[in-house]
């Protein structure tokens, strides 16, 4: 049986989560994310967030290198960096930034500069607003785990444990 404090932060992880849903921030890929997480990986979902983070924080940086280039500005290399983000943002159920990382696309391969400058600010924009809310997510389950008195083995004890005892 939950107790009174983890199930107020289970309610909460809920409903943040049907908020993004609703909002159309996160689709199902994000569900079958989750339910590859179990005990003997705990932080899986969190883990797989992160290097997608660290991985679209590189590329909105080319990105915006690249288009601020007047020079050197070519859309089939905003392209690859676009399908990138497109495929990582799929992989993990990022929806809105999917759709925003297509229509950026669309209005490079029409050579059209200042629409995809635009499109980049609403892409930033997007990314903060998911990079926010997943962290508070996460943040709560934090919470729930400790709330709930799971105890998961530290990986590095472990490894440590096998060590001395082969």
């Not at 997480?37 to 590189?58: A, L």
């Not at 676009?82 to 943002?89: A, D, E, K």
């Not at 950026?104 to 990079?131: P, T």
């Amino acid at each position: 049986m939950l107790g009174l404090e983890t199930y107020r932060l289970v309610t909460d992880m809920n409903r943040l989560l049907a908020l993004l849903f609703h909002q159309g921030v996160l689709d199902e890929q994000f569900l079958q994310l989750q339910q590859l997480q179990d005990e003997s990986s705990p932080n899986f979902v969190s883990e797989v967030v992160n290097i997608y983070f660290n991985e679209s924080e590189k590329l909105l940086r080319n990105l915006r290198a690249l288009l601020m280039d007047r020079e050197q500005w070519e859309y089939k290399k905003v392209g690859v960096h676009l399908n990138q983000m497109i495929g990582s943002s799929s992989s993990i159920g990022a929806n809105r930034i999917r759709n925003v990382c297509v229509a950026l696309r669309g209005a490079s391969e029409q050579n059209n500069r200042l629409g995809c400058l635009r499109a980049l600010d609403v892409l930033e924009h997007e990314y903060c607003y998911l990079k926010n809310k997943l962290h508070e997510f996460f943040h709560i389950e934090q919470q729930r785990v400790l709330a709930a008195g799971i105890r998961y083995p530290n990986p590095v004890q472990q490894q440590q444990h096998h060590q001395n005892h082969p």
